[in-house]
């Protein structure tokens, strides 16, 4: 909206917009935690590369608005919208292959209560799946 009009309420609210895209960051956190269940040390570091990129955008952004290109800003407003396009994509693939390690485990332990085994145990096909994973057989993914 702010980089195809100069109506004053529409950039208006078009920040606001643009802003509770970016206040998104608290449900990214949590969904990393969940994403990444073992081991702690990985999570650790998977926090951490999130808050930073998160924050790298204080870097580049005030880049992005020289006065040169003002009052539209049409190259910074084309930028915000492809990275939420990245980000949307992301999140959706993600999402997506959540369900499929969910499917793949559900499928996994399936096949182990049919041959009378406990997909808890070690030696389950369920098991192997999950330890590969670095989770718990009985855990599935947020998605």
């Known amino acids: 909206i702010s980089a195809v009009t100069l109506n004053v309420a529409a950039r208006y609210i078009s920040t606001f ?23 702690r040390s990985k999570r650790a570091v998977a926090y951490a590369v999130v808050n930073a990129g998160s924050n790298f955008a204080s870097i580049y952004a005030s880049y992005f608005y020289p006065s040169s290109q003002g009052p539209r800003y049409w190259q910074a407003n084309v930028a915000n919208v492809a990275f939420c396009g990245l980000c949307m994509f992301m999140a959706t693939l993600l999402h997506f292959t959540l369900r499929r390690r969910n499917s ?24 192997h799946l999950a330890k590969r994973w670095n989770c718990h057989p009985n855990y599935r993914y947020t998605t």
């Open 17 to 39: 917009m643009m802003m509770s895209i970016y206040a998104s960051f608290g449900c990214i956190l949590s969904w990393v935690s969940t994403s990444l269940p073992r081991p």
């Open 104 to 127: 793949h485990l559900d499928k996994a332990a399936d096949v182990d209560i049919t041959d009378g085994r406990d997909p808890v145990d070690e030696g389950s096909e369920c098991h």
